[in-house]
């Protein structure tokens, strides 16, 4: 086994950190992916306009791929223990790939009226799928590799500068969405999948060619997980955990007392995030008065998404570093940003007003996502970062289950039953975790 990859212990972590160049890579398979979803997510609301579909059901489309994802992050997760983290990036990028190629398909089959509404979009959400069943193995694993190679006192602003990818592409994605509505080539509003089709498959050649391969770092291995205190204190987060030759660490549960205040504010927080992105695109159709025109909505969907994409980076490049900010402090200051966002938006009525409280939401959840992963990692020895990784990829998938149809179909009878219960689960957040979240002093400490 290559130095390179042996299995990391508290020496060479602190003194050989993940170089720049693998980092670059691991940036760029999470910035396809979220800069693909963002700019799909910004024609979608014209694209089911076009389809004559109620913006209920557009939404609905993605709650079988998110019900996947749930599933099938743990399972991906787990098996990067034993594969390896670049085997598992690969299958991811290749789910999206592929899922965005056919959901294109599908949906031009439908706005060129080979198929009806009804079965372009049971073919969507049918293509999306494999987005849900196979994109879930790329975060996990990406994750997992950066949690196991950073020490615990700069484990937050690593985890950031990887969920900062996300804010990127959201920033990338509706930037270029409008530039993929291809006319000329008979794509129309649909460009944007084929497109980032070709983007995905440029990213997973990259990640074959220049990621070195990785070796499994605890299963079956014979290692204690560094850090270790000797102590062996079910209480210290990094106690060692010695396994047996042909061993693997324990099952790591959603109910594990460690876990647990993290998923409830990661689970109530993350409904709130996805009921906004959900609602931001059917709001700025109707406020705008685009209805009637929806090939007209990407360009403003784009810019909301921009703005919201711009801060959250600020969140994540800039704050987060600049203050130092630990998982608790992310995490509540976050959550407490977004509900003034939320309150915002559901108020504002131009299109300056609507890209002003989105961005402020999504500097807030800019703020808690980081948080709440960091908190989930930290929460658990380093043996447990892969099995970590995939409860937070599950987590995050479930939002997206209901959550933007919920919000949506709110928002359609009244604006303020939509932005008021995002308010609520952003408020039960901050008091859970007021109470409930451990200190960042103790979390962020280094063990010797």
Not at 166 to 181: E, H, Q, S
């Amino acid at each position: 086994m290559a130095e390179a990859d042996a299995p990391p212990d508290q020496k060479s972590i602190a003194a050989n950190p993940i170089s720049g160049g693998r980092m670059a890579l691991l940036f760029t398979v999470m910035l396809v992916t979220a800069a693909g979803n963002t700019a799909m997510q910004s024609v979608m609301p014209s694209i089911g306009t076009a389809l004559q579909v109620d913006d209920v059901w557009i939404s609905l489309a993605y709650s079988w791929s998110a019900l996947l994802w749930v599933v099938c992050a743990p399972i991906w997760a787990r098996r990067s223990d034993k594969r390896g983290r670049k085997a598992m990036m690969a299958v991811g990028l290749t789910g999206f790939i592929v899922s965005m190629l056919l959901c294109g398909l599908a949906l031009y089959a439908g706005l060129s009226g080979w198929l009806s509404a009804l079965w372009a979009l049971i073919a969507f959400a049918a293509a999306r799928s494999l987005y849900g069943g196979f994109g879930s193995a790329a975060p996990p694993a990406v994750q997992a590799y950066v949690a196991s190679r950073t020490p615990r006192s700069q484990r937050t602003q690593a985890l950031s500068l990887i969920a900062s990818s996300f804010g990127l592409g959201t920033v990338i994605g509706p930037a270029l969405a409008p530039l993929m509505v291809l006319p000329f080539l008979g794509l129309g509003l649909t460009g944007p999948f084929i497109c980032f089709a070709a983007i995905g498959l440029a990213a997973v050649l990259l990640l074959r060619w220049r990621l070195p391969n990785d070796e499994p770092q605890f299963a079956a291995r014979g290692l204690a997980a560094p850090y270790s205190s000797g102590s062996g204190a079910p209480s210290d987060p990094e106690a060692s955990l010695e396994l047996e030759e042909g061993e693997e660490p324990p099952r790591l549960g959603w109910r594990d007392m460690r876990l647990r205040p993290w998923i409830i504010a990661g689970f109530f927080g993350g409904h709130a995030q996805a009921m906004v992105l959900g609602i931001s695109g059917f709001l700025v159709l109707d406020r705008l008065g685009l209805r009637a025109t929806p090939e007209l909505g990407a360009g403003p969907v784009g810019l909301v998404l921009m703005a919201g994409a711009l801060a959250t980076l600020v969140a994540q490049w800039g704050l987060i570093p600049r203050f130092d900010l630990g998982p608790r402090a992310a995490t509540l200051w976050g959550i407490t940003t977004a509900a003034v966002g939320t309150i915002l938006l559901g108020v504002a009525g131009d299109l300056h007003m609507i890209a002003l409280g989105y961005a402020i939401a999504s500097l807030g959840f800019g703020l808690f996502r980081p948080g709440t992963t960091a908190g989930t990692s930290l929460a658990v020895t380093r043996a447990e970062q892969g099995q970590a990784s995939g409860i937070v990829a599950s987590l995050a998938g479930a939002s997206y289950i209901y959550a933007p149809a919920l919000g949506v179909w709110l928002y359609g009878h009244s604006d303020w039953l939509g932005f008021g219960l995002i308010v609520a689960l952003c408020l039960i957040v901050l008091g859970h975790g007021w109470f409930a979240l451990q200190a960042d002093r103790d979390l962020t400490r280094d063990r010797n």
